[in-house]
């Protein structure tokens, strides 16, 4: 198997060499082969991950990085006793490889998950668990810093532990002012960090977490498992009850009021030694749809009832894979790769998040175009979800390379005369990873100042498989130390690999439509 990896969220400063994605910054790792990254850490600090960066490998190939404070200097809150790691990913049935594969051929439905499993057990509420729940042992009175990470393929997520508050004081590497609250909701890609005090009776208490749907009620293909992990208090004391389930403080599956509500108060520390320094003067531009659609069969050849195919788009272009990386067409400025016309605006203009779309707004197209930046420009993004083919959802959208400023979101069609007028210049959060809200808009603004290539995409993988994605080229600055370093001495070799294909496959519409898009 082919493979690669990412250090989701390390910016890795003008060493797109070593980001990782396929088809973006190399080609595959052959099997027998080796490729030996050089992550290189810059402003992060608290939790960040890495995943692999192939298909959906990432599914199984994933792991924590811990960023500690600089030797003199210390988290910006009290000193935690311990720290604790939390990935919670997707368990499927059968080789996942083969499913994703069948499914791409045979025009189907991308798999769901069967579970979710935290530490790598999917917990007491799964026939699969064979008594194997993962267990975190603490100590009465202590203080713990648990680094959570959502390593889900394609599910937004609520998170709680029964009996106990959580404090979230940071996220996507960096730190945000604290956040007292009950549970949490992380998409994928997130990683938050919650301190928790074990102040509650000794015993038992189910740490669960269950998936967050944006989709409209009516849909239920979705996966309803929970995953649970246990908190147990060290000390002498009787076993003989049950662990305590959060039913108070675990949100419902459609619970959109305690996803919003959480979201909403997520803001950056903004302190003397935590500053934001949020873009005023923007110089680009941009207005991204983000949707689903159809792609043109021709003949109508396709199996679904309109007789195309389903793709996702980013202002209505459907992301291919090239044959070689962009970044190496970039470099070594070769022609027929990619093209440098990815639109700032959609090709038309409509009711975005209307509930009878025309007919002529379901297509979309292939083509592999990036944008380029100049190094140092101001970059302000709309993206507006849409409602065609009433596949509107949260897209938890993520940026490699570089982090970004949240300053607005809103529900509705962006309105570029008001809207603008309520967004957070002061504090707003500093993340690698957001939702655009389902039927609605999320503003943001980053400085382009890390020369290379730059993968922009859904962190769904089943809408990044199907298109949503782009790549940002920023230019060099113009010296050595605002340039893209020369390549390492060996990149894998994009003889005869050629492109995996799954960035975009038939898929049955009148099967996919009604079930998770």
Not at 91 to 112: F, Q, T
Request: hydrophobic fraction near 35%; charge should be negative; include cysteine.
């Amino acid at each position: 198997m082919a493979i690669f990896y990412c250090r989701h969220g390390v910016k890795q400063p003008r060493n797109p060499w070593s980001d990782g994605p396929e088809f973006i910054t190399q080609c595959v790792i052959g099997p027998g082969t080796n490729f030996t990254y050089e992550v290189i850490f810059s402003d992060e600090e608290g939790t960040l991950w890495w995943h692999a960066h192939s298909d959906w490998t990432r599914a199984t190939v994933h792991g924590a990085i811990v960023i500690s404070p600089e030797p003199g200097k210390s988290y910006p809150f009290s000193e935690p006793n311990d720290d604790k790691v939390i990935v919670i990913a997707a368990w499927y049935m059968g080789d996942l490889k083969e499913l994703v594969d069948e499914a791409m051929m045979d025009a189907s439905d991308l798999p769901h998950s069967d579970g979710y499993t935290i530490n790598g057990e999917l917990g007491d509420f799964c026939n699969c668990s064979q008594e194997t729940t993962h267990h975190w042992y603490v100590d009465y009175g202590k203080t713990y810093l648990l680094r959570i990470i959502n390593a889900v393929m394609n599910a937004e997520l609520f998170f709680a532990i029964a009996g106990h508050n959580l404090t979230v004081v940071g996220m996507d590497g960096g730190y945000i002012k604290p956040i007292a609250t009950t549970y949490i909701m992380i998409s994928p890609g997130q990683t938050m960090d919650v301190l928790l005090t074990a102040n509650q009776s000794l015993g038992r208490y189910y740490i669960a977490t269950r998936q967050y749907s944006s989709e409209d009620a009516e849909v239920t293909g979705f996966d309803h498992s929970i995953g649970s992990a246990i908190l147990q208090y060290r000390g002498n004391y009787s076993l003989s009850s049950q662990p305590v389930f959060p039913n108070a403080t675990l949100p419902l599956y459609l619970d959109y009021g305690a996803a919003l509500r959480f979201t909403n108060q997520l803001r950056s520390l903004a302190s003397e030694d935590h500053p934001v320094d949020v873009p005023r003067d923007i110089s680009t531009r941009m207005f991204i749809t983000v949707s689903m659609g159809e792609i043109l069969c021709p003949n109508s050849s396709c199996t679904s009832v309109s007789g195309n195919k389903l793709g996702s788009s980013l202002n209505n272009v459907s992301w291919v894979n090239p044959s070689l990386d962009v970044l190496s067409a970039y470099y070594r400025n070769l022609s027929g790769t990619y093209t440098t016309d990815f639109p700032d605006w959609p090709p038309s203009m409509y009711n975005f998040t209307g509930d009878d779309l025309p007919d002529s707004v379901d297509m979309t197209y292939q083509g592999t175009k990036v944008k380029v930046l100049n190094y140092n420009e101001t970059v302000e993004i709309v993206f507006q979800g849409t409602n065609v083919l009433k596949g509107s959802v949260n897209h938890p959208m993520h940026m490699h390379g570089h982090s970004f400023y949240v300053v607005g979101i809103g529900y509705g069609n962006f309105d570029n005369e008001t809207d603008p007028g309520t967004y957070n210049l002061v504090d707003p959060p500093y993340v690698n990873t957001f939702g655009v809200p389902k039927n609605g808009w999320l503003a943001i603004r980053f400085t382009a100042n890390n020369p290379g290539v730059w993968f922009w995409h859904c962190h769904l993988d089943r809408h990044m498989s199907w298109g949503m994605d782009t790549a940002f080229i920023v230019k060099d600055g113009g010296t050595a130390e605002t340039s893209i370093r020369p390549p390492p001495a060996y990149m894998p070799s994009c003889m005869d690999m050629g492109s995996p294909g799954i960035s975009m496959q038939t898929s049955s519409i009148d099967q996919v439509e009604m079930q998770q898009l």
